[in-house]
């Protein structure tokens, strides 16, 4: 029905057996790879081909680390308006915050939903409308816990499958368990990330400031080389394993 819509800007609305008519530009939103869905079967190709005319790119929040602060403070403001009390965190909350939320660790998986929850937890939680450093703790752990869940199917990290996919058993038998670990760590940040730029700044974003070139992408690739794996052949095998 979409498709017809498109296409003649007829429609038979619900309950109806009259078609109407609309003149109208469609503006559509996917968080999925509908070029992946068609693949697998599950869009139509014919359909895809229809609406994708032009594509943006929103960049997620993981992306856009400068827009977090400002954030912060706009839902500190709509809990205020929403509760009828003032809340801030007090100078080291503050701090362990957005040292956080800034950093590789914090995925983002929901966006400023994410961030959202965060503040009302926090907010809501805080006594006499200080939010204290106990308390970005645990909002941290709990943030990490629903993340690292997301990154799980079946009780099987993603990660680990993604390991064992991309190297031979030989391989996985020679690595030391500290560079098992890094390379799994390296993987669920490559499996969060939608380009190796993006990855290589979420990797490197403590040791960038001191270094006088800021090539974040071509220090991943070298260390990726390492194993003998390439951005590209990361993200077919997890595409392989969604």
């Given at each position: 029905m979409l498709?017809?819509?498109l296409?003649?800007?007829?429609f038979l609305?619900?309950?109806s057996?009259?078609?109407?008519?609309?003149?109208?530009?469609l503006?559509?939103?996917?968080?999925?790879?509908?070029s992946?869905k068609?693949?697998?079967?599950?869009?139509?190709e014919d359909?895809l081909?229809r609406?994708?005319?032009?594509?943006?790119r929103?960049?997620?929040?993981?992306?856009r680390?400068?827009?977090?602060?400002?954030n912060?403070?706009?839902?500190?403001?709509?809990?205020?308006?929403?509760a009828g009390n003032?809340?801030?965190?007090?100078k080291e909350a503050?701090t362990a915050?957005?040292?956080?939320?800034?950093?590789?660790?914090?995925s983002?998986?929901?966006?400023f939903?994410?961030?959202n929850?965060a503040?009302?937890?926090?907010?809501?939680l805080?006594?006499?409308?200080?939010?204290?450093?106990?308390?970005v703790?645990e909002?941290?752990?709990?943030l990490?816990?629903?993340w690292?869940?997301?990154?799980v199917e079946?009780?099987?990290?993603?990660c680990?499958?993604?390991?064992?996919?991309?190297?031979?058993?030989?391989?996985?038998?020679?690595?030391?368990l500290?560079?098992?670990?890094q390379?799994?760590?390296?993987?669920r940040v490559?499996h969060q990330?939608?380009?190796?730029?993006e990855?290589?700044?979420r990797l490197f974003?403590?040791?960038?400031?001191a270094?006088?070139?800021?090539?974040?992408a071509d220090r991943?690739r070298?260390?990726?080389?390492?194993?003998?794996?390439?951005?590209?052949?990361?993200?077919e095998a997890?595409?392989?394993?969604?």
């Amino acid at each position: 029905m979409l498709l017809r819509a498109l296409e003649d800007k007829t429609f038979l609305p619900l309950g109806s057996d009259r078609e109407a008519h609309s003149d109208f530009q469609l503006i559509a939103g996917t968080n999925c790879d509908l070029s992946l869905k068609v693949r697998e079967g599950f869009f139509r190709e014919d359909l895809l081909a229809r609406i994708n005319l032009w594509t943006f790119r929103l960049p997620g929040l993981r992306e856009r680390v400068e827009d977090i602060e400002p954030n912060l403070n706009y839902e500190l403001e709509v809990y205020a308006k929403r509760a009828g009390n003032q809340v801030t965190f007090n100078k080291e909350a503050r701090t362990a915050f957005m040292r956080f939320a800034t950093s590789g660790q914090a995925s983002w998986n929901g966006n400023f939903r994410d961030l959202n929850a965060a503040v009302t937890r926090m907010a809501t939680l805080a006594r006499n409308g200080r939010i204290s450093v106990e308390l970005v703790e645990e909002e941290i752990e709990c943030l990490k816990n629903a993340w690292q869940e997301s990154g799980v199917e079946g009780g099987v990290s993603v990660c680990d499958d993604l390991l064992t996919h991309l190297l031979e058993a030989d391989q996985l038998a020679r690595l030391d368990l500290f560079d098992r670990v890094q390379l799994e760590a390296v993987l669920r940040v490559c499996h969060q990330s939608r380009t190796l730029s993006e990855t290589g700044r979420r990797l490197f974003t403590a040791s960038r400031g001191a270094r006088q070139t800021t090539n974040d992408a071509d220090r991943l690739r070298k260390y990726l080389k390492r194993f003998g794996l390439e951005w590209q052949m990361i993200q077919e095998a997890d595409g392989n394993q969604a």
